[in-house]
């Protein structure tokens, strides 16, 4: 099983649309959690982290579930600029590198 | 600053010819990494420098060695290519490496091996 799973898409929603995704990760003791985004053949950059007590940031909103071992992303009216693929990062602890999922790609329509 | 920076940007091999993907950061961080990204396979970590003067063995490092040359440089080195590493290879800096910690990734380099 992997480490983190997402649903790679793609999402084609219009303008002005709220869009979710969401991402599992195998391993219970994880502790940090991060969505980055990653343009067509650019590099992955940050997006914001995610906290257990759920985090906003404008018009995005991370949720973290421990329960049930997902994490998701909220974009709410949606721009074209968020068009791009978005990385759900896991730790898993004890290990010291980052868990990248495949990513889910998101298209904004005009 | 320019941040994280990688070279070269493009490179096709033949089978069994060596190169070496070099990468810089100019932000004063302790840590780095090599990572490569496959279609379906998301970004997998090759090797990692904790700080400068140790570097660690990541989830994939069969067939790569790394250097880290001092604190702003990290390179990977294959000494005898193979078409299973045609790949982007991506380079990432952090101030240190505890796991909240933002990973800073530089352009990449994409590799063909024929």
């Known amino acids: 099983r992997k480490e983190v799973e997402q649903d790679p898409g793609p999402f084609n929603v219009p303008e002005g649309a709220t869009v979710a995704f969401n991402c599992t990760y195998s391993?219970?003791?994880?502790?940090?959690f991060f969505w980055y985004r990653q343009d067509c053949r650019k590099e992955p950059k940050l997006l914001m982290s995610?906290?257990?007590s759920g985090n906003e940031d404008g018009r995005f909103t991370a949720q973290l579930n421990r329960a049930s071992q997902y994490i998701s992303l909220l974009i709410r009216d949606s721009k074209l600029s968020d068009s791009a693929t978005y990385l759900c990062v896991v730790n898993r602890a004890g290990a010291n590198n980052l868990f990248f999922g495949t990513g889910t790609r998101l298209t904004v329509i005009p | 600053n320019a941040g994280v920076t990688q070279t070269p940007k493009f490179q096709v091999l033949k089978t069994g010819q060596s190169m070496t993907l070099q990468c810089a950061q100019d932000?004063?961080?302790?840590?780095m990494y090599w990572y490569r990204q496959d279609p379906g396979m998301g970004l997998r970590l090759i090797y990692y420098s904790a700080s400068e003067g140790t570097t660690d063995k990541g989830e994939v490092p069969n067939g790569y060695n790394v250097s880290r040359l001092n604190k702003r440089e990290f390179s990977l080195r294959l000494e005898s290519a193979a078409p299973s590493q045609t790949s982007v290879y991506f380079c990432?800096?952090?101030?240190?490496?505890?796991?909240?910690?933002?990973?800073?990734f530089g352009p990449g380099t994409r590799l063909t091996v024929l």
């Open positions: 391993n219970s003791a994880s502790q940090s």
């Open positions: 995610v906290y257990s």
């Open positions: 990432a800096s952090s101030e240190r490496l505890a796991l909240n910690n933002e990973q800073f």
């Open positions: 932000m004063n961080h302790n840590s």
